[in-house]
Nanobody, 123 residues
Framework: QVQLVESGGGLVQAGDSLRLSCAASGLTFSFWTMAWFRQAPGKEREFVAGIRRRSGDTDYTDSVKGRFTISRDDAKNTVYLQMNSLKPEDTANYYC????????????????WGQGTQVTVSS
């Protein structure tokens, strides 16, 4: 049974940092491309960052470039999202997801999802 478990969310002030973690089990982690999505109330789920299997190449949505960094540790079956200079508009529920596909920006490309971790940034 595949499980993705996120942690690290919380309530912070604008300008603060958080590191999200997503621990995977039940799959051969190194085979999977991993990503973080987020969903704010009343909005669609959006791609935040992705990291490809093998190459480790990364992609980011424009609004987080230069502030967020995605990384992975295949030995620990974990993907991370380091979030710096947080803004109130970053407030959302953050989800990690796993795909074997090559198109990583669309949520419907992903096979497995975590339950989410809430990030709230106050101004």
């Amino acid at each position: 049974q595949v499980q993705l478990v996120e942690s690290g969310g919380g309530l912070v002030q604008a300008g603060d940092s958080l590191r999200l973690s997503c621990a995977a089990s039940g799959l051969t982690f190194s085979f999977w491309t991993m990503a973080w999505f987020r969903q704010a109330p009343g909005k669609e789920r959006e791609f935040v960052a992705g990291i490809r299997r093998r190459s480790g190449d990364t992609d980011y949505t424009d609004s987080v470039k230069g502030r967020f960094t995605i990384s992975r540790d295949d030995a620990k079956n974990t993907v991370y999202l380091q979030m710096n200079s947080l803004k109130p508009e970053d407030t959302a529920n953050y989800y990690c997801a796993a795909t074997l596909g090559t198109v990583i920006l669309r949520s419907n490309a992903y096979d497995y999802w975590g339950q989410g971790t809430q990030v709230t940034v106050s101004s």
